[in-house]
């Protein structure tokens, strides 16, 4: 481990993480346009089988997305971490996320068996922030980067608020990135933002 980075990387993080804590009254707002960009990617993909989060602390609120799909029929998971050190697996949500129980972090689980990675089309990615190559700075666990290391040929989509992004994030060799990233300004590719965007500037 390069300690220079891991410090470089905290520095970061706390700033990123500020920036998504600071957005005042309209966060709402932006939250709403997240959804919207989101629920639009992924109904594009016709995906069947789509990995969710439900968020803590500064990340967006994607948790009536992430009902609406279920409601509708289609299979929803969220992460819960297993008894190996910095694992994690998919277990499909079948409750009302404001009925699940909390696991030791405060983080909503449901409850089940898990299942196999090989059926995810999506996978939804929180982050405390992203770079412009669409590398992504995690909360230091390394539980998404082992994870989507599992998942070959799965769509990464990346969630965050555009203040969360810079041009370059310090990296090293097991830290993994997204396919697409979705904020409340629209959907940006490693070419820049496609699809309908915002206007907040």
């Known amino acids: 481990m390069d300690t220079d980075i891991e ?16 957005l005042g009254g309209d966060r709402g707002a932006r939250e709403a346009r997240i959804r919207t960009h989101l629920g639009g990617i992924v109904e594009g993909l016709e995906c069947e089988v789509v990995m969710g989060f439900a968020p803590i ?23 819960v971490v297993g008894s190996d050190p910095g694992m994690m697996e998919p277990v499909r949500l079948r409750e009302e996320l404001a ?9 909503p689980i449901p409850e089940g068996p898990a299942m196999a990675t090989g059926r995810l089309d999506v996978v939804l990615v929180p982050g405390c922030g992203f770079d412009a190559g669409l590398t992504r700075l995690g909360r230091g666990g390394g539980y998404y980067d082992r994870f989507l290391a599992r998942c070959p040929g799965v769509t990464a989509i990346g969630v965050c608020f555009e203040s969360q992004i810079v041009q370059v994030l310090p990296t090293e060799a ?7 990233l979705v904020t ?18």
């Open 7 to 22: 410090r470089t990387k905290d520095r970061v993080r706390r700033r990123l993480l500020a920036n998504a804590r600071e």
């Open 57 to 79: 602390g500064s990340e967006p609120d994607i948790g009536p997305l992430l009902e609406g799909w279920r409601k509708a029929g289609r299979a929803v998971c969220l992460p």
């Open 99 to 107: 009925t699940l129980g909390r696991d030791r972090l405060g983080v």
């Open 174 to 180: 097991h830290d993994r990135g997204v396919d697409l």
């Open 184 to 201: 409340e300004q629209g959907v940006r590719t490693i070419a820049g933002f496609g699809g309908s965007g915002g206007d907040d500037g």
